[in-house]
Structures are given as C-alpha cells and as structure tokens.
C-alpha cells in the first residue's frame, strides 16, 4: 500500500510559468516531507523539505505548500527554466525512514 | 566531497554468479543507505546502517547481504539473485546517524543490475 502518492506521471510546462507538482499521503504519522528531483543517469538530489508543523516553505524559485487536514502537498516552481525538467519524487519521514512516491516527470517546454 | 560514489554503474550477471556494488562517501556521514528501484515505481529502502551498525533490514531476502567495513564504505554482496531483482540499487548517506534528526539524503547515482 503506498504511503506516498504522485498521481501524475509526467506534467509539461512552458518555459517562464509555473509548475505545479502535487503529492497525496496517506500515513498521518509522518512529520517531514520532502522532495528530490533526479535527472537521467544520476542519483535523487535533495530539493526542498518542510515541517508537517509549517505549511508552507520556500526556497528561491522552489516553494512547497502542505495542507494536513487534506493529506495533500505540492512543490511550485516559479518561473520554470529548462533545467528544470527532471523526475521529481516527493516523500515522506516517518521515525528513521524515508518513504517515497513514484515520481512525476516534468517537461519544461521552449 | 559531497558525493556519494557508486560502482559499477552497470552489471549483468547470471542467477548462479556471486557479485558486490560497492558505495563510498567521504563526508563524515553517519548513516549509510541501501535503496532498490524498479522501473515507474518509487525507490524502495532495503537496509540502513547507523554508526557502521546494521539498524533496519526491511525483510530482504539473504539473497541480498550488506556489509559496512568502515564509516565510508558501505557493501551489497548479491548471490543466487533471480531475474525479478534486476533494478537500480541506489545508495545513500545522511549526516546523522539517522534521518529521524536530519532528513536530508545524498544519493550515488546508482547500480542499474540486470540478471539473466
């Protein structure tokens, strides 16, 4: 049963607009969540992490929003540039585990 | 250094050979990770040592045998595999002794194993 859901497998976006990458969970005891981005022929890097206490957290041109009582987080990124474009896994911490998604595709188009 | 090395990258090997995946990091990092990742599916964590001491084998078949010599290397002996265990075996490390006090995760760019 997965803990960690990213229900689209590939989103594409114009250069210059926003993303929107979205992730479900369904374990309510997890208490960080984070996102990697990964590009082909290399390991997940770390992106971005927020507190299950915070409901939103921004870093630059990355910001994530979390709304608990939804089971329901999303990563914006804004304004999207070519590099951009990569598999990006959202997960979940619980206790001393990191528990994550699928991964969504993001094609950031010229 | 803030990588985490991996070899080999690739590795095909029969159901009756005996192979390792090696792993190395060279930041001071505690903990040292075992994921596995099959295609379209979300990498899945096989083992973790903290402090060069096994703390969660996530019911890994003995197939699968981690070893972690020092703090740096980290070690999964493959023996016997069978063709469903083909997949990218990923490793990691985190400053801590575990992500419950640092969640952040620092990944090799991975084994992909294919067994025949």
């Known amino acids: 049963d997965q803990q960690v859901k990213q229900n689209s497998p590939s989103l594409s976006v114009q250069e210059g607009r926003i993303s929107i990458l979205n992730c479900d969970y369904t374990n309510s005891m997890f208490d960080y969540f984070l996102w990697y981005k990964k590009y082909p022929a290399e390991g997940p890097t770390f992106l971005i992490s927020i507190s299950s206490i915070k409901d939103k957290n921004e870093d630059g041109r990355f910001t994530v929003f979390l709304n608990k009582s939804a089971k329901h987080l999303s990563l914006h990124i804004v304004p999207s540039q070519p590099g951009d474009s990569a598999v990006y896994f959202c997960a979940g911490r619980r206790d001393d585990k990191i528990i994550f998604g699928k991964g969504t595709r993001l094609h950031i188009l010229p | 250094d803030t990588e985490v090395t991996q070899t080999p990258k690739h590795l095909v090997m029969g159901m009756t050979n005996k192979k390792s995946l090696k792993c190395e990091q060279h930041m001071g990092h505690r903990a040292m990770y075992w994921y596995k990742q099959k295609a379209k599916k979300p990498p899945e964590l096989m083992f973790v040592?903290?402090?060069?001491?096994?703390?969660i084998n996530e019911s890994v078949p003995s197939r699968f045998s981690p070893e972690c010599p020092n703090s740096s290397l980290l070690n999964l002996h493959l023996h016997a595999l069978q063709p469903e265990d083909s997949a990218l075996y990923l490793c990691?490390?985190?400053?801590?002794?575990?992500?419950?006090?640092?969640?952040?995760?620092?990944f090799g760019s991975g084994t992909q194993l294919s067994v025949l």
């Open positions: 040592y903290s402090y060069e001491k096994l703390s």
């Open positions: 990691a490390s985190s400053q801590d002794g575990t992500v419950a006090t640092n969640e952040k995760l620092f």
